[in-house]
C-alpha cells in the first residue's frame, strides 16, 4: 500500500513563507512525476508545480517567481517551498505522485494540509 502524507501547512501573514514536504511510503518500485496541486472553498482543484522524475519542473503562472517544487528522490520526498505568500494563496494544498509498485502504475493522493494567509 502506498501512502503519501503531507507536513507544513499552517497561518501565515500576508508576505511570509511556508515550506511544504510530502513524503511517500510503501511498496514503492518507483517513483515518476510529482505535483503539488491546492483546491480553494467553493473551486475547482488546481494544478500548482510539478516536477519529473528528473527534475524539470513546471508552475502554474501564478505562482511563477515565487514557489519552488523539488525533490529528493532517495527520501522519496516532494517539497513546495512557498515565499511572498498572497491571500489568494489560501487553500488546501495537496500532493500527487505516480507511483509504480508490484500491481503496476498509479497516481496516489495525499490527505492535503491547509495553508491559510491573512492579509
Known amino acids: 500500500q502506498v501512502q503519501l502524507v503531507e507536513s507544513g501547512g499552517g497561518l501565515v501573514q500576508a508576505g511570509g513563507s511556508l515550506r511544504l514536504s510530502c513524503a511517500t511510503s510503501?511498496?514503492?518500485?518507483?517513483?515518476?512525476?510529482m505535483a503539488w496541486y491546492r483546491q480553494a472553498p467553493g473551486r475547482q482543484r488546481e494544478l500548482v508545480a510539478s516536477?519529473?522524475?528528473?527534475?524539470?519542473?513546471d508552475y502554474r503562472d501564478s505562482v511563477k517567481g515565487r514557489f519552488t517544487i523539488s525533490r529528493d528522490n532517495a527520501k522519496r520526498t516532494v517539497y513546495l517551498q512557498m515565499s511572498s505568500l498572497k491571500p489568494d494563496d489560501t487553500s488546501v494544498y495537496y500532493c500527487?505522485?505516480?507511483?509504480?509498485?508490484?500491481?503496476?502504475?498509479?497516481?496516489?493522493w495525499g490527505q492535503g494540509t491547509q495553508v491559510t494567509v491573512s492579509s
Open positions: 500527487q505522485a505516480t507511483v509504480v509498485t508490484m500491481r503496476g502504475r498509479g497516481d496516489y
Open positions: 510503501g511498496s514503492i518500485a518507483g517513483i515518476g512525476a
Open positions: 516536477i519529473t522524475s528528473g527534475g524539470s519542473t
